[in-house]
């Protein structure tokens, strides 16, 4: 059995939540931490790669077995050959979610939270007093991911963060708009493979007409386990075509005939950039369950932690005021649009225009690119092409997608 009364329930015990209910602790906070599988982690339906954490080691001390890669670059193979190398070294890595997950649920216990798998909020109620309600199906695990249900409890929460990733229904329970829209989101299918197929210490891409245009496929490599993970994902249909399933299969063996397949996975990916509202009175979204994953590449892990840091943060501000209210909370949105969040919308209108392209004008584009990567990424790169440049800068600018 729970205790019957928390000073905050988070909800998911991905790196978001994870991070959140850690720092929390730390403030001094109590913190249950709930998640609905009986493994944490597990399973993996993401393609593991995630932008360098220049501050890694303060979410740490960090596993050295849970880093897969230290990505020094990228490859992108675009439409009619033309294709863009951005050598950058540490400018990412791949991780080991199996072993990194549970590494940072781990790391919140040893600061005092109390994580509990097999728990599934249910409901949680509007603002009663000085707290929320949250429902809870405790359950037993039969080892195999399937979880049975073996008794309720109704915990009394004065803070709820709702870290339930991108099928988050926590979110809906309240009010909040934060259901994915179809034409908003990405289905996406990620193949371990044996083997190391594209070079290692490089995320691989191909993207443009002549391969996914409203999407994009990818290469990752796993050095230490000596397996990749490829993968495919598009925008969700609305008529009926192939699957992203045989999609995946299809260009898998196209590009890596005969490659050795370990397992498949498949998921959603959010890609319609932040939420205008994620913040309630005593309550608050976190990464993916608030659309914080970045628009065109798909990535989220880095800022679903930053997310759950900032928010941690804030709400450490709003005990310490005595204000949980949604006006005070709404500071942790702020915290985080002024340092993600712009990009990401930035990056948003991008894959938009991209898309937007015909085959022509995007191999144009594509060139004047290139010609930015191979000078080194120097501005006068694009006094090279002032035609081209002008032209894309302008319609970009012009774009309203």
Not at 272 to 280: D, I
């Amino acid at each position: 059995m729970l205790d019957n009364e928390y000073d905050v329930v988070v909800i998911g015990a991905g790196p978001g939540g994870s991070v959140a209910a850690r720092n929390l602790a730390r403030f001094g906070y109590k913190t249950l931490l709930l998640e609905k599988r009986e493994r944490i982690g597990y399973p993996v339906r993401c393609g593991e790669a995630s932008t360098n954490l220049a501050d890694l080691e303060t979410y740490g001390p960090i596993d050295e077995d849970c880093i897969e890669t230290i990505i020094n670059g990228l490859f992108i193979y675009g439409p009619d050959g033309v294709n863009i190398e951005v050598p950058k070294p540490n400018m990412g890595l791949m991780l080991n979610r199996l072993k990194f997950d549970p590494w940072l649920a781990h790391l919140a216990a040893n600061d005092g939270v109390e994580v509990v798998t097999c728990a599934r909020a249910t409901s949680v109620s509007e603002v009663q007093g000085d707290c929320r309600i949250v429902c809870v199906s405790l359950g037993q695990g039969d080892g195999n991911g399937k979880v049975t249900e073996t008794s309720t409890q109704e915990i009394r929460a004065k803070m709820v963060v709702g870290a339930d990733g991108v099928e988050s229904q926590i979110g809906r329970m309240v009010g909040l708009k934060s259901g994915q829209l179809p034409n908003l989101t990405c289905t996406g299918v990620d193949i371990e493979v044996k083997g190391l197929l594209t070079k290692p210490d490089y995320l691989t891409f191909w993207q443009g007409h002549d391969f996914i245009n409203d999407g994009y496929i990818w290469s990752f490599p796993k050095q230490r386990s000596d397996v990749t993970n490829f993968g495919a994902g598009f925008i969700v249909p609305n008529k009926p075509g192939p699957n992203i399933y045989e999609v995946t299969l299809e260009w898998l063996e196209k590009l890596f005939p005969g490659a050795k397949i370990n397992h498949t996975v498949g998921g959603l990916v959010p890609v319609s950039g932040f939420l205008k509202q994620y913040t309630l009175d005593r309550f608050a979204l976190v990464g993916d369950a608030a659309h914080h994953t970045n628009p065109l590449t798909g990535g989220g892990i880095a800022a679903a932690m930053r997310a759950g840091r900032f928010c941690a943060q804030r709400v450490d501000e709003g005990f310490k005021a005595h204000d949980l209210s949604q006006k005070f909370l709404q500071g942790y949105e702020k915290h985080c649009y002024s340092y993600f969040g712009r990009m990401h919308d930035f990056e948003l209108k991008f894959r938009k225009f991209l898309l937007a392209l015909n085959k022509p004008d995007q191999i144009e584009l594509y060139k004047v690119l290139q010609g930015f990567a191979l000078s080194g990424y120097k501005k006068r790169a694009f006094l090279k092409t002032p035609i081209q440049t002008t032209k894309y800068l302008y319609r970009f600018l012009k774009f309203k997608g």
